[in-house]
Each structure stands twice: as structure tokens, then as C-alpha cells.
């Protein structure tokens, strides 16, 4: 092989190798996304591995739940009782959400819990539904300890609505159906009639079978909380618990939804945690909340005999709010007769003297 040749192959070799190279290049170039995506699956995943390795430290274990020698609740008055309960939640266990507080929640009879944010209302729910446990103290219905109910009939005997209820990208039919697997077209039917929730379902063009769209984005929000609500009762519950239900809607919706809840709340044990204190002034018994304890209890009228008090002054603040809102509102309707007033003025003077003028065009 001469020279020459030896030297057009070194340079062949040479351009294969480049080329192969800059090929690599582009795979690697091409997997950048791939790790972006692994480190962002990482990062969310840590804190469900986290939650999952101290499974051990949890107040209520899966053989809590499981297991065999907790009784099936039938035939339950429904009286519910908070014993002198002390809590403060895993991550903070530093700071006391409730401290002794005792309440009771009479079978058949509303009864509603207030407060500002972080006072414990919702904490209270959450023990009741058995989410974590209490440092001290006991929760009794009709006297015996809730921890003698198991867990999962315990939570079927109960209905909850939040403020912000959580759809599936399904049908209405199966989003109500939810509450109770085992209802039939009749219960779920019953049950959206008694939230409020039938008569706009049957003016949808697929009526029952409607999509409501990722999390219920094609309905409103009113729409959504009566369907929550007939998924809450198609269960028949002994129990029903409100966490500020009504305090995310408009005046028309909240409305309907309220006379929806002054119905189904008879004859159920009921618990209420309210934002607007318009809607709790019916309540058999108001227990107010101060940093994790009972400060003031009482009906509506005897709370706001009381003068000073917490509750007095919670509902003669939310009256002030609702007054300059009012006022706000008739002023911005005022503005807006003025603004048009003024403007059919400058548009009659525009037109000629000879012009017949029609200002209401």
C-alpha cells in the first residue's frame, strides 16, 4: 500500500469516528429532557416514600383498620362527644391545635363550631373521621369510645362536604354514585333531589350522564357543591359533616345550597364549620373556638346577649363587612346611571338642532 493510500484510509477513519461521534452527541443531547423529567419525579416522589417508610409511626395502621374485634355500628342514637381531647398534629408537635376542649353534638340536632383560622374547627372533624388520633382524651358516640367502631363502616355512617369538593372527570351519574357504590338510579336520583341538584341536571342535554369535566371545571359552583352534597347522602349517613360549605359561593348559589342543607340537616347528626355566621344562626348549639379550646357555647341568641364576647363580635364585624359592601355596590351602580346619563347628554348635543333625538338609542 503506498503512502497515498494509507493516508485516505487514516482520513476515512478519521470522518467515520467524527461522524459517529457527533451522532452520540445528539443521542446525548436528546436524553437531556429525560433526566430533567426523572429529577422532577424524584423531587415529588420523596415526600410520598417519606410518608410511606414512617407508615409505623402512623396513629391508625392498617391493622387498626382491619381488624376483626371492633364492633359494626347499627342502630346508633348518634349523641357525639369530644372527652377533654388534646392533639397537636405529627409534623408539629410542638404546637397544640387542641387543648382539653369538650364538646358534645346532640343525635338529631345541628351543631356548629366557629372561629378564626387555626382555631381548631376542622381538626375536630378530622379525629371524628378517625384521620389521626388524639394525644389524650376520648370521642364517644352514645357513650362508648369511637375506637370500639371499626374505622370503615365508622366513615360510611358519615357525610362530608368542603368547601371545595372534588369531582372526577366522569359523569354526574357516577360522581354522586361515589357515595355509595351499591345505589341504585332510584337512591341517586332521591339523593340529588333532596341537595337541590336534580332540576339543573335535567336541563343538561345528557342529563345524568353529563361529563363533568377534570375536578367538575365544566360546572359551577354551586352546581358542584349540590353534587357533592347528593354524594354525601346517597349514603343515608347517621353523620353529616359541613366544613364551610357554602363560604366559597355567590349569594344565589349559596342560597340553594343552604335551603338544600336546612333539609337534609334534620333528623341527622350534624356538625357545622361556618365562615358566614348568617348560616349558623339556626344551629341547636354554637361552640365558639379560641386556639384549640371551647371559649364561649350557646345558642345564637344567648351568644350574642353576651356583650363583649368573641361570637357578638365576629357576627357585628361580618355585619359591618356586609354593609360597606352594600354601600360599595350601590355606589358603583350609582356611578354607572351617572356615567350613562352624562353620556346620552353628550350625545343629544352632538347631533344637530334639527335632528329628532332618540337618547335612549
Known amino acids: 500500500m503506498s503512502y497515498k493510500d494509507d493516508h485516505t484510509s487514516n482520513m476515512s477513519d478519521i470522518l467515520v469516528v467524527i461522524f459517529i461521534f457527533a451522532q452520540c452527541l445528539t443521542y446525548f443531547a436528546s436524553t437531556g429532557p429525560f433526566f430533567q423529567s426523572f429529577s422532577e419525579a424524584r423531587g415529588a416522589a420523596a415526600p410520598v416514600f417519606r410518608l410511606i417508610d414512617e407508615g409505623n409511626d402512623a396513629s ?69 373521621l378517625r384521620y389521626y388520633e388524639p394525644s389524650s382524651g376520648r370521642i364517644m358516640i352514645d357513650g362508648r369510645p369511637i375506637t370500639d367502631y371499626n374505622v370503615q363502616q365508622l366513615r360510611q355512617n358519615i357525610g362530608v362536604v368542603s368547601q371545595e369538593p372534588i369531582l372526577f372527570g366522569m359523569s354526574i351519574y357516577e360522581n354522586i354514585r361515589f357515595g355509595n357504590v351499591n345505589g341504585t338510579q332510584l337512591e341517586i336520583e332521591q339523593a340529588a333531589r333532596e341537595a337541590n341538584a336534580h332540576n339543573f341536571i335535567m336541563q343538561l342535554p345528557d342529563k345524568y350522564e353529563t361529563l363533568v369535566g377534570e375536578r367538575g371545571v365544566q360546572l359551577s359552583g354551586g352546581e358542584k357543591q349540590r353534587i357533592a352534597l347528593a354524594r354525601a347522602l346517597v349514603k343515608q349517613p347517621t353523620f353529616l359533616l359541613l366544613d364551610e360549605a357554602t363560604s366559597a359561593l355567590d349569594n344565589v348559589s349559596e342560597k340553594l345550597v343552604q335551603e338544600a342543607l336546612d333539609r337534609v340537616c334534620k333528623g341527622r347528626t350534624t356538625i357545622v364549620i361556618a365562615h358566614r355566621l348568617t348560616t349558623i344562626q339556626k344551629a341547636h348549639h354554637i361552640y365558639v373556638l379560641d386556639k384549640g379550646n371551647v371559649i364561649e357555647q350557646g345558642t345564637h341568641e344567648t351568644l350574642m346577649a353576651k356583650e363583649g364576647g368573641k361570637y357578638q363580635t365576629m357576627v357585628k364585624h361580618q355585619q359591618m363587612e356586609r354593609i360597606n359592601d352594600d354601600q360599595d355596590n350601590m355606589m358603583s351602580i350609582q356611578k354607572a346611571i351617572e356615567e350613562d346619563e352624562k353620556l346620552k347628554f353628550e350625545r343629544s348635543r352632538s347631533l344637530g338642532d334639527g335632528q329628532i333625538v332618540d337618547v335612549n338609542k
Open 60 to 128: 391508625i395502621n392498617e391493622i387498626d383498620i382491619w381488624k376483626e374485634d371492633t364492633e359494626a355500628i347499627y342502630n346508633i342514637n348518634g349523641d357525639i362527644e369530644f372527652d377533654n381531647i388534646n392533639f397537636s398534629y405529627p409534623s408539629r408537635k410542638d404546637v397544640s391545635a387542641l387543648r382539653n376542649l369538650s364538646l358534645i353534638a346532640r343525635a338529631g340536632q345541628t351543631t356548629a363550631l366557629v372561629g378564626s383560622s387555626g382555631c381548631g374547627k376542622s381538626t375536630c372533624i378530622s379525629l371524628f
